[in-house]
């Protein structure tokens, strides 16, 4: 097979396949890469990184669901200098292309990450969280508004002009296509398609949420439809890529995302029971290309009505 079979452009962003990471999942590399090389992947998404290191929620964070889990972790991480000096060179060390995903809870905080992160050897690609709070705006969630969702991806691609921009939607806007075509218009180059969604389990014999945030985001197997109908709805109504992610665990799953429109896909909590996942996903998706007897570009969005 020729090596450029799989390639994906993803705007000013060249990957060497369409298999990458979801943020939070593999945390910064270290535990992953006992079982694969994160070089042959298309890109290592990190953990979410804010500017100051957070606690995150207290326990219980996690619970299992039916077909998937609930996460409240709370956005935990080390912080931006902490990523920068300790884990950053040990991911260059291993030739890994680094999308770096990051949060924040004001506009001003969005922009100094950016410009900071612009400024830093080793970062491929900026992915930037939409989902979480804004401070400044009594609490509203920065992607729940195309309008502020728009400020956010300027500021970013003001920070950090010369880095591809890839902006995180969240499937609890009221209007996710207007979303995506707002952060489209204000200079992303292409759009993760989905983020988690809220949801709730309860202990019926202490009859207390699970979670000590009584919330938490649900991923897995059990969203897996919902992304693909917003990753279908969102590639068709914007020029620029998708990346598709939410409850992949095979490759033909992978390639239901690539059939609906997204031309990359991120594998996240099918890590926690595989850690081999992605890049069994990868040989799948190879084998797959090969059968099609041509490039991964002419199967993106290939869906027959």
Same mark, same amino acid.
């Given at each position: 097979?020729?090596?450029?079979?799989?390639?994906?452009?993803?705007?000013?962003?060249?990957? !060497?396949?369409?298999?990458?990471?979801? $943020?939070?999942?593999?945390?910064?590399?270290?535990?992953?890469?006992?079982?694969?090389?994160?070089?042959?992947?298309?890109?290592?998404?990190?953990?979410?990184?804010?500017?100051? #290191?957070?606690?995150?929620?207290?326990? #219980?964070?996690?619970?299992?669901?039916?077909?998937?889990?609930?996460?409240?972790?709370?956005?935990?991480?080390?912080?931006?200098?902490?990523?920068? $000096?300790?884990?950053?060179?040990?991911?260059?060390?291993?030739?890994?292309?680094?999308?770096?995903?990051?949060?924040?809870?004001?506009?001003?905080?969005?922009?100094?990450?950016?410009?900071?992160?612009?400024?830093?050897?080793?970062? !491929?690609?900026?992915?930037?969280?939409?989902?979480?709070?804004?401070?400044?705006?009594?609490?509203?969630?920065?992607?729940?508004?195309?309008?502020?969702?728009?400020?956010?991806?300027?500021?970013?691609?003001?920070?950090?002009?010369?880095?591809?921009?890839?902006?995180?939607?969240? #499937?609890?806007?009221?209007?996710?296509?207007?979303?995506?075509?707002?952060?489209?218009?204000?200079?992303?180059?292409?759009?993760?398609?989905? &983020?988690?969604?809220?949801?709730?389990?309860?202990?019926?014999?202490?009859?207390?949420?699970?979670?000590? &945030?009584?919330?938490?985001?649900?991923?897995?197997?059990?969203?897996?439809?919902?992304?693909?109908?917003?990753?279908?709805?969102?590639?068709?109504?914007?020029?620029?890529?998708?990346?598709?992610?939410?409850?992949? $665990?095979?490759?033909?799953?992978?390639?239901?995302?690539?059939?609906?429109?997204?031309?990359?896909?991120?594998?996240?909590?099918?890590?926690?029971? &595989?850690?081999?996942?992605?890049?069994?996903?990868?040989?799948?998706?190879?084998?797959?290309?090969?059968? !099609?007897?041509?490039?991964?570009?002419?199967?993106?969005?290939?869906?027959?009505?």
């Amino acid at each position: 097979m020729k090596p450029d079979r799989l390639t994906v452009h993803l705007g000013r962003l060249t990957l !060497s396949n369409s298999v990458m990471t979801a $943020s939070g999942t593999a945390g910064y590399g270290d535990g992953l890469a006992r079982y694969g090389d994160l070089a042959s992947l298309g890109a290592f998404v990190t953990k979410g990184i804010s500017l100051h #290191p957070r606690q995150g929620n207290p326990p #219980p964070r996690v619970v299992e669901t039916p077909a998937g889990m609930l996460n409240a972790i709370g956005l935990a991480n080390i912080g931006l200098d902490r990523f920068v $000096s300790e884990k950053l060179p040990k991911l260059a060390s291993m030739g890994v292309t680094v999308i770096a995903n990051i949060f924040a809870e004001s506009m001003e905080e969005f922009g100094l990450l950016a410009g900071r992160l612009s400024e830093t050897p080793g970062i !491929s690609a900026l992915e930037v969280n939409i989902s979480c709070p804004n401070v400044s705006a009594g609490g509203m969630h920065f992607g729940q508004d195309p309008r502020c969702a728009a400020l956010v991806t300027q500021t970013v691609r003001e920070s950090a002009p010369h880095l591809p921009l890839i902006v995180k939607l969240s #499937p609890e806007a009221p209007q996710i296509k207007e979303v995506a075509q707002a952060v489209e218009a204000a200079g992303a180059d292409a759009l993760c398609v989905m &983020n988690t969604i809220r949801g709730l389990a309860i202990d019926i014999d202490t009859r207390r949420p699970r979670l000590a &945030n009584v919330f938490g985001g649900l991923s897995g197997p059990a969203i897996k439809p919902l992304a693909l109908r917003f990753v279908h709805e969102v590639s068709r109504c914007v020029r620029i890529p998708v990346v598709g992610v939410g409850g992949i $665990s095979d490759w033909k799953d992978a390639a239901e995302f690539i059939l609906a429109g997204a031309s990359a896909v991120q594998v996240g909590t099918a890590l926690l029971s &595989n850690p081999l996942a992605p890049f069994q996903i990868l040989e799948g998706l190879r084998d797959w290309v090969d059968r !099609s007897h041509g490039p991964l570009s002419l199967l993106i969005g290939s869906m027959k009505p």
